[in-house]
């Protein structure tokens, strides 16, 4: 892809200060005329836009529904070669930055990165910059100049957590005992929640941390936390998970106590898929705040305007929708917003 890369060198790697394009009118392809149309680049000779797709790899059900939006957003038939390099583990770096500094080596067109940390991708992605290869973050950020990567598309984390914070004053308007199960320790959407919702809550009265812990993202762990929460602290009242596992777990943890969830104690998750939203539906969670994962069509938008040389927001966010009832989870469940 000589022409592309050409290209993307006169053009140089779009910097922090690019104009933002809306994505809608970005060029379809706009390479040395392979553009088939669907935007992707089956060049006229057949070539397909290689994508190095640096991944998590099965995690939870909002992962699985992400990386399965981009898969399906990157096919042949929409003129791409993505190449899926799952980590090793949800929290396995090292094997990220192998698969990444792999596709570097094998010269891809693009690259996708969804970290499994924030901080340790300065050198990686200096080294895809040396070979003019852009890099679109998914989800999760990193702590790098952001002249080192196209964009990062996510739902806002912050906005996101901050709905929860907001809806949580609603709820206790005089304050509650609460305790926060955050997700894999050095992220920057566990960051990014937590400032969220604490900026919500901040200048509400009464509100009272017992205190937070990660349980990684995971239903068990989140039940082990919150039945230790509960032995020391049987006055909680609210708990904020970063996700739904991690909410699932903490409601299984109050009925395990004897307690009623969402009567006892409510739990607000992140997230949306299914089997939250029917837990609200059955009123053991009471809130759900969706963090959505369908974002491939603009991955694959971000994707071509970077190829053809265009300027890209350096934040592309992805909108998503609040769920706060019983009936609005049912809703949802039946208009299919679930995953
Ligand atoms: O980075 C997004 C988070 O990662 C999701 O909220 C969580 O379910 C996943 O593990």
Do not use: H
Not at 94 to 101: L, P, T, V, Y
């Amino acid at each position: 892809m000589a022409n592309k890369k050409r290209m993307l060198g006169l053009i140089g790697f779009v910097g922090a200060g690019a104009l933002a394009l809306g994505l809608a009118g970005c060029a379809g392809g706009g390479n040395d005329g392979g553009d088939n149309g669907d935007g992707g680049n089956a060049g006229g000779d057949g070539e397909l836009t290689t994508v190095g797709f640096v991944a998590v790899g099965p995690e939870g059900g909002w992962r699985n529904a992400n990386e399965q939006a981009i898969k399906d957003a990157f096919t042949q038939d929409a003129g791409f070669d993505l190449k899926y390099a799952p980590a090793a583990s949800p929290t396995d770096q090292k094997s990220q930055i192998d698969a990444f500094a792999t596709f570097v080596n094998d010269e891809v067109d693009v690259i996708l990165l969804t970290a499994t940390e924030a901080s340790g991708w300065e050198d990686s992605l200096e080294l895809a910059q040396e070979a003019e290869i852009p890099v679109i973050l998914l989800d999760r950020g990193v702590d790098a100049s952001d002249d080192l990567y196209v964009t990062r598309i996510a739902p806002d984390n912050v906005n996101v957590a901050g709905t929860v914070g907001e809806w949580a004053v609603e709820t206790f308007p005089e304050g509650a005992n609460y305790f926060t199960l955050e997700g894999v320790p050095g992220l920057s959407v566990v960051n990014e929640r937590n400032e969220g919702f604490d900026a919500a809550i901040e200048g509400a009265s009464g509100w009272n941390k017992i205190g937070a812990q990660t349980a990684n993202w995971t239903a068990d762990e989140g039940k082990s936390v919150i039945e230790t929460v509960l032995k020391e602290n049987p006055d909680l009242q609210f708990v904020f998970a970063q996700n739904d596992e991690m909410g699932i777990g903490a409601a299984a943890a109050v009925t395990a106590a004897g307690l009623v969830p969402g009567e006892d104690v409510k739990i607000a998750t992140i997230d949306g898929t299914t089997p939250a939203l029917e837990a609200l539906a059955a009123g053991e969670l009471s809130f759900v705040a969706q963090y959505n994962p369908f974002f491939g069509d603009l991955a694959v938008d971000a994707v071509n305007s970077a190829l053809a040389g265009d300027s890209v927001e350096k934040n592309i966010i992805v909108p998503g929708e609040t769920f706060d009832s019983p009936e609005a989870a049912q809703a949802a469940i039946d208009e299919g917003k679930g995953f």
